[in-house]
Structure formats: structure tokens, C-alpha cells
């Protein structure tokens, strides 16, 4: 769990907003990038400042097991066969070997389609791959992120985080800690940061992955959300929801004819908790879509989940949903995150 340090607080303003976002873009066009883990690192602050940070402009100190989760939710659906070209999409430049995360997580994203599920399900299996994960991240990611050039020449401009100068010393590391301002930057630039990393990943994917052809399809497998997965939950939400839409409250014919839908929609952040999966019918997901629901719509999911939170992180073999009990809070997080910056920019 990240929490807040009393290293004081910066102003952020738009200019250092500016100033965030040219240190990102530089790191991205300027890092040498030798596999996609870099990329995982900066999606993974991104997601942590929202869920466990604030605006104020303090420092934050991060647990690396938090951001391991992070990283094993990123590549779980990169761990599978690409299914335009039947193999695995390279996340390195190793040419005898995968990246590490592919063969951490290969065999358990081969088990179970739904990562959300089979991560909260398999306890010693969890904890082991997190730990080695870990590992994996503070050892040959943490140092070099922010670096910029090549082998000669490099400079390390440490805007976001400190850490040791070596490998060995980083991989020893349980927590890093985000300077005052980062997290503040990474929450208000949120959309725009996963925008550009995402962006450059899949061009980076495309570059060293030589059977991909110019398709629209990569950029879903690597970063979409995963609907064949989360309709696992229609029957259960139909039951739950006294068979009606969410939206519209009109009766649903069964819930096959229904769709699971994020209700913080997963363009705006990605999280599969049942938390934040209800049922509707196909016309108003339609029309939906990615949009930020109504503060009414807010409040009834908000006491949806307080008036459901039994049934929701009861045991599936008890008719339960199988959630995480700290998953009502993040939810909670990242809405009222959303909504603050929605209700700033209307302000």
C-alpha cells in the first residue's frame, strides 16, 4: 500500500504540469528501450498515484508489491498467443528467450482467461508470482527508467523517484518513493501519460515483432479490455440486479441477451473487480459507451456496492462474486478521481 510522506509539498500549476509532461515525453523518445518493461513501470505509477495518492502535492511512498500487481495485470493478456499471427508478441529483444513477465505469467494466463479471477483465487501461486515479479521490476527496471541515451553518454534524470546507482542494490528495494509533486502530476495527466505510453509500447511492439502487419487489432490485445472474461459474471449480476438494466432499469430477457459493462469505463482506468462490473442491455452499453455516468448513476452504483458488498466478495462456490474487500476502496479511489477531474474542468 502507497501512502503519504512528509517530505513537503510542491505547488503544481500548469506550468509544472508542462514541465512534468516534457520530462515523460523526453524519457519516451529519448530512453533507451531494449523490452517493453519501462513502459509497464510508467503505466503502473500512473495507476498507483490514482488508486492511492493525492492532489496535494506530497511525496508518496510505494510498496513495490503494489506495483509487481500492476505489472501482472499488464501483461497477463500479452502472456497468450496473438491470435492474428498465432505466437506470442515479443516484449524484448532477446532473440532465445521471452521477456521474464511472458514466462512468470504464461502458464497462469494459459490456465484461465479471466486474470482477475485466477489472481485472487490461487493464493501461494498469487504470492509467488508477485514476489518474483518484483524482483524482475527492482532489478532491471527501477534504475534505468529514467535514463536517457545510449550506453555512452547516458544521463539518469531522476524527476520521479532516488534509487540505489546498481542492479543489485535495486533489487533488494521494497519501496520506492515518489518526489513531492510526481504523484500529483501523474493524477491530474493521467489520460494524456497512458495515452502516449500506450502509444509507444504498441509502436515498439510493431518495430521489433516483424510478422505484425498494419492491423487495428493490436492496440485492443495489448490494452482492451477483456469481454469474454468479465461476461463470466452475467448470470450472477442478473440475478443481483433482480434482472433489470442498470441504466435504464427496464427488464432484461435473460443474461445472454445483456452485456457486462465497467462502469468506470475501462478507456478512463482498467479494472475487472467486480466492483465495477454491472449488466445492461446492448442499446444502452451502445450508447454509453466510455462515457462518465451521470452523478445519479454514480450514487446508485456507489450504494449498489454498499448494499451488496456480502454477496459481491462471498466465495463463487458460495453464489458469491469471489471480490477483494480492498477492491470497494479502490473503485471508490479511482471514482472519486474521475469525477474530481471532471468536476474541475467544468468548474
Not at 505547488?11 to 517493453?36: C, D, K, P, V
Not at 502458464?107 to 514476489?131: G, P
Not at 510526481?182 to 509507444?200: N, P, Y
Request: hydrophobic share 40%; with cysteine.
Amino acid at each position: 500500500m502507497a501512502k503519504a510522506v512528509s517530505m513537503g509539498a510542491v505547488q503544481i500549476n500548469a506550468a509544472a504540469h508542462l514541465g512534468f509532461l516534457t520530462n515523460i515525453e523526453t524519457l519516451l523518445r529519448e530512453g533507451r528501450f531494449t523490452s517493453t518493461y519501462k513502459f509497464a513501470l510508467l503505466l503502473s505509477l500512473a495507476n498507483i498515484a490514482v488508486e492511492q495518492g493525492s492532489d496535494s502535492g506530497e511525496a508518496l511512498d510505494v510498496d513495490l508489491n503494489g506495483v509487481a500487481r500492476q505489472y501482472i495485470a499488464l501483461y497477463w493478456n500479452m502472456a497468450r498467443p496473438y491470435p492474428l499471427i498465432g505466437d506470442l508478441l515479443k516484449q524484448n529483444r532477446e532473440q532465445r528467450k521471452p521477456a521474464r513477465m511472458i514466462t512468470l505469467i504464461g502458464q497462469q494466463a494459459r490456465q484461465s482467461i479471466n486474470s482477475y479471477r485466477r489472481f485472487r483465487k490461487y493464493q501461494s501461486e498469487r504470492d509467488a508470482l508477485v514476489s518474483s515479479t518484483r524482483v524482475t521490476l527492482a532489478r532491471d527496471v527501477l534504475y534505468r527508467l529514467q535514463t536517457i541515451g545510449g550506453r555512452s553518454g547516458a544521463a539518469s534524470q531522476r524527476f520521479l523517484y532516488d534509487h540505489p546507482p546498481t542492479a543489485a542494490e535495486c533489487a533488494r528495494l521494497t519501496h520506492i518513493t515518489l518526489k513531492p509533486g510526481v504523484c500529483a502530476c501523474l493524477r491530474r495527466l493521467h489520460g494524456v501519460i497512458v495515452s502516449m505510453v500506450q502509444s509507444r509500447w504498441a509502436l515498439w511492439v510493431r518495430q521489433n515483432n516483424p510478422s505484425l502487419h498494419e492491423d487495428g487489432q493490436l492496440e485492443t490485445f495489448l490494452f482492451g479490455a477483456n469481454r469474454t472474461a468479465v461476461s463470466e459474471y452475467a448470470q450472477r449480476l442478473y440475478d443481483l440486479q433482480d434482472r433489470r438494466c442498470f441504466y435504464s432499469g427496464n427488464r432484461l430477457t435473460g443474461p445472454r441477451s445483456a452485456e457486462v459493462d465497467h462502469f468506470i469505463p475501462w478507456a478512463r482506468y482498467p479494472c475487472d473487480s467486480p466492483f465495477n462490473l454491472v449488466l445492461s442491455s446492448r442499446a444502452e452499453n451502445n450508447r454509453m459507451r466510455d462515457m462518465l455516468k451521470p452523478l445519479g448513476m454514480r450514487q446508485r452504483w456507489e450504494q449498489r456496492n454498499e448494499s451488496d458488498f456480502d454477496r459481491l466478495v462471498a466465495p463463487e462456490t458460495e453464489g458469491g462474486f469471489g471480490a477483494s474487500a480492498s477492491d470497494r476502496e479502490l473503485v471508490r479511489a479511482v471514482a472519486g478521481w474521475l469525477y474530481g477531474n471532471a468536476l474541475r474542468r467544468t468548474g
